[in-house]
């Protein structure tokens, strides 16, 4: 090639790579290096052509994004959407190496605490790079969908998805925005003990663009800290989440009758989120603010 | 005299630290408030009923576990005439576990006609396995305390590794932060109705051995000896098989599986009462009670609100001064 030619194209290739915005990615060759959400060196052959996610949520956030032939496999968890099922489950806790070498993948995508990283080690020494995202907030997660896109050659249907979940948030938000009584929320993720949604979820962000707030406002080390029946007594919170009256009447307010004193209880404002919605910062988040929405402004 | 000395002291921290315990916790409360909420109680004053219905029950649940433990402890050493037993041995914590993790795990109702299963299954598994062990220490119409131990550490480690595998193949992080939770123990889910069932058997209990003390101690000399002195071996063993499977059953099903308690209590009153004091008894389930409320005190104040797991607390403090008192020059497990 000529030695022209081959300066013009690396200077196209950078500009392509600059143009994925905040992607630290550059093209050394053929290989790519990639910088995940947790700061990690991702080293790729070139551009990844099997790819597979070990979190239900990034499973998601691929279906939306790739060719779907380019999935060569799924978690047991993974249920949305439907197209999942036609492809092989592989253990991803703990990790099924074997499945994975058998499926050859060209790059597994993750999301930070669902993968050990003394995992991700592992499956690099067997020559398989793991990529990490990390979320705080919804914006966290259009941007990890832009992430995806720029890494798997579809820019353009990425960002054009991001761009319009954006435009809806954007939306929900100004609808709510200047609330002059925010309704403090209480979700629980399990009873006994009682775990619930703390500050540091993607929750409290959701809350937010809703013009209401996390009853939890004290920051936990854990993302989902575990209460004591006093402080959620204290807490007092106007709405709870995690379970439809019935369910939590027998199952919660049972074990914890005293619990029936919050405001929540006693004007009957408790619902049952959809599990895989609420859980998983996927493509579908604006659905869950949508149905968030529905159960704080009925 | 020194004894009544000891039991002042007991009985005087056990006041001092239900008072502490009171204080601490979300609510910021002082001394006129826990006065105010006993003598002046206002229904709608969520303060009252936090220190009522939350503090109260659970400091008292500590105690009667506590207390409960540290008896069974004695009781067990007693009767194997061995320092190392604890009210664990007849595979009672374990069949526990099982029980409690059974119901975790969704093979049973979590709730049934608005009773909360957990502790019920609990109940049940230590009893079941207490009843498994026994039958195979009981050879020739006699409980030979060799045999027990044996098959306690056999059957336990089976139904341990049976809840092992359930936690293995759990499909939920939910349900496995309900097994580790449960595993190291936790007053949070006292309450009023719960206190009555491991509180009577504690006391029926008490009430029981106040009159068996005595063949308790000479149950120490070995049992050939005991039996020459005239103490009927095989009904004091039963009467103290009974009710340490009852007495541990509740304490376990009520706050899960506490460790060292009922290990490291009864080398304590043994080291500051004697080794054959009449009153070992009562005072072993005072120290136990006051070590435990001590500890959940501790366990309150390090890691707010939710309070790290009481087993930890127990063996970071209990073991230590365990070993302290092991080392000491004068210390006996028997007269």
Request: aromatic share 10%; with cysteine; charged share 25%.
């Given at each position: 090639m000529h030695p022209y030619l081959k300066k013009f194209l690396a200077i196209c290739l950078l500009i392509v790579c600059w143009s994925c915005g905040s992607e630290k990615e550059k093209q050394v060759g053929q290989a790519l290096v990639l910088q995940d959400g947790l700061g990690r060196t991702v080293k790729l052959?070139?551009?990844?052509k099997r790819v597979m996610a070990f979190a239900s949520s990034m499973t998601e956030m691929l279906f939306a994004?790739?060719?779907?032939?380019?999935?060569?496999g799924r978690t047991p968890q993974c249920d949305y959407p439907a197209g999942v099922y036609s492809k092989p489950v592989v253990n991803?806790?703990?990790?099924?190496f074997e499945q994975v070498l058998a499926l050859k993948p060209d790059l597994v995508f993750t999301v930070e605490g669902i993968t050990p990283l003394d995992m991700a080690a592992r499956l690099e020494e067997l020559g398989i790079p793991v990529y990490y995202q990390k979320y705080r907030s919804v914006e966290d997660i259009l941007q990890g969908i832009e992430d995806i896109g720029c890494i798997m050659d579809r820019e353009q249907q990425a960002n054009y998805l991001a761009d319009s979940l954006r435009q809806e948030v954007q939306e929900i938000e100004r609808r709510y925005s200047g609330q002059a009584k925010q309704q403090r929320v209480l979700t629980i993720t399990w009873s006994d003990p009682i775990y619930v949604y703390g500050q540091n979820t993607i929750l409290t962000d959701q809350l937010r663009i809703l013009g209401a707030q996390n009853a939890v406002q004290e920051v936990f080390d854990q993302p989902y800290p575990a209460l004591t029946r006093e402080y959620i007594l204290k807490l007092n919170p106007d709405i709870l989440l995690g379970g439809s009256i019935e369910r939590l009447e027998r199952e919660f307010f049972s074990l914890y009758p005293e619990l029936r004193k919050i405001a929540a209880y006693q004007n009957k404002r408790i619902y049952q989120p959809t599990g895989n919605l609420i859980e998983r910062p996927s493509p579908r988040v604006v659905e869950s603010i949508r149905e968030l929405e529905s159960f704080l402004y009925p | 005299m020194r004894g009544a000395l000891y039991f002042a002291g007991a009985i005087l921290l056990i006041l001092i630290t239900l008072v502490l315990g009171l204080q601490v916790g979300t609510f910021e409360v002082d001394l006129p408030t826990i006065w105010d909420a006993f003598f002046?109680?206002?229904?709608?004053?969520t303060t009252h009923f936090a220190i009522t219905h939350l503090r109260l029950p659970r400091l008292l649940l500590a105690l009667v576990v506590g207390a409960s433990l540290a008896f069974c402890g004695y009781l067990m050493q007693a009767m194997v005439n061995n320092g190392l037993a604890d009210p664990y041995l007849l595979g009672t914590a374990s069949g526990a576990s099982l029980g409690a993790v059974v119901v975790f795990f969704g093979f049973?109702?979590?709730?049934?006609g608005g009773f909360y299963m957990p502790p019920v299954f609990a109940l049940l598994g230590a009893f079941i396995v207490t009843l498994f062990v026994v039958a195979l220490g009981y050879r020739k119409r006699q409980l030979i305390p060799a045999q027990l131990l044996l098959a306690g550490i056999a059957i336990s480690s089976l139904v341990t590794a049976m809840v092992g595998l359930l936690t293995f193949l759990s499909d939920s992080e939910g349900k496995l932060k309900s097994v580790i939770f449960w595993s190291m123990g936790?007053?949070?889910?006292?309450s009023w109705s719960l206190l009555p069932y491991p509180a009577t058997a504690l006391l029926l209990a008490l009430l029981l051995f106040a009159f068996l003390q005595k063949q308790l101690n000479i149950l120490l000399l070995g049992a050939d000896r005991a039996q020459a002195l005239g103490v009927n071996v095989a009904q004091t063993r039963w009467a103290i098989l009974g009710t340490v499977s009852i007495v541990t059953g509740f304490a376990v099903a009520t706050s899960g599986p506490i460790g060292f308690v009922g290990l490291i209590i009864p080398h304590v009153t043994r080291g500051l009462m004697g080794a054959t004091g009449r009153s070992n008894l009562l005072f072993c389930a005072f120290v136990g009670g006051l070590f435990m409320l001590l500890c959940d005190l501790l366990s309150r104040i390090l890691y707010p609100p939710a309070g790290l797991p009481i087993g930890i607390i127990t063996s970071f403090f209990g073991v230590p001064f365990f070993v302290y008192l092991l080392s000491r020059k004068n210390y006996k497990f028997s007269s």
């Open positions: 052959e070139g551009q990844p994004v790739c060719d779907t032939a380019t999935i060569v991803n806790y703990p990790v099924d | 002046h109680y206002d229904p709608d004053n049973v109702e979590v709730s049934i936790s007053f949070e889910r006292a």
